[in-house]
């Protein structure tokens, strides 16, 4: 079966950098992207970005731009979100998730959340 | 702000049927997906593409879209319904960037 197991929660203090993991297994890895989407406290979900796990080739958050960084490991079938100059407003559960597929939009698994807090 | 517009709240009675809605441009061109989400945990997806329910998905959930409004319905609505949906699709600018709606808190009465 499908799943996504993402890494352990983090505390980060401002300014910092923070890097997630999560470990794919079940399907092919390099024949979907994994979207990481993450969720401030009693907020909605905010897309942060896609890769592609063929590839390599990204897609990411304007608001984003220049603070993540998405890669993967094919050999573990791993990929890895990279926050930097982390603020108090960056706390939330992050997500890793299959897809979307090119012309789709589901996501269709989920890992199980990394709380990330941002405190001083 | 999102680019997809839902209702915040919505509630129906026990075995009554709702409708989520989602408005935006970028469903002209693309399908929206929905995703149930429970406090606690992580998003579900319960609707994909034309209308289609992932495995183990109750048919009670349905999906249907017209112009720049997509729908979920459910039909027969159960306690265990009660959780926040988030539609999503593309953005309208182009990029192939994800959107997601602001969510509805379905309740269950």
């Known amino acids: 079966q499908v799943q996504l197991v993402q890494s352990g929660a983090e505390v980060k203090k401002p300014g910092a950098s923070v890097k997630v993991s999560c470990k794919a297994s079940?399907?092919?890895?390099?024949?979907?992207?994994i979207s990481w989407v993450r969720q401030a406290p009693g907020q909605g979900l905010e897309w942060m970005g896609w890769i592609s796990a063929y590839n390599g080739n990204t897609n990411y958050a304007q608001k984003l731009q220049g603070r993540v960084t998405m890669t993967t490991d094919t050999s573990t079938s791993t990929a890895y979100m990279e926050l930097r100059s982390l603020r108090s407003d960056d706390t939330a559960v992050y997500y890793c998730a299959r897809g979307p597929l090119p012309s789709g939009t589901a996501l269709d698994y989920w890992g199980q959340g990394t709380l990330v807090t941002v405190s001083s | 702000s999102s680019e997809l517009t839902q209702d915040p709240a919505v509630s129906v009675a026990l075995g009554q049927t709702v409708r989520i809605t989602c408005q935006g441009d970028s469903l002209r061109s693309y399908y929206a997906s929905w995703y149930q989400q429970k406090p606690g945990q992580a998003p579900v997806l319960v609707i994909y593409?034309?209308?289609n329910r992932p495995s183990g998905i109750p048919d009670r959930f349905s999906g249907s879209s017209s112009g720049n409004t997509a729908s979920l319905t459910i039909t027969g609505a159960q306690a265990e319904d009660e959780a926040d949906y988030y539609c999503?699709?593309?953005?309208?600018?182009?990029?192939?960037?994800?959107?997601f709606g602001g969510g509805t808190k379905l309740t269950v009465l």
């Open positions: 079940g399907y092919t890895f390099t024949s979907y992207g």
């Open positions: 593409g034309k209308n």
């Open positions: 999503n699709s593309r953005d309208s600018s182009g990029n192939h960037a994800v959107v």
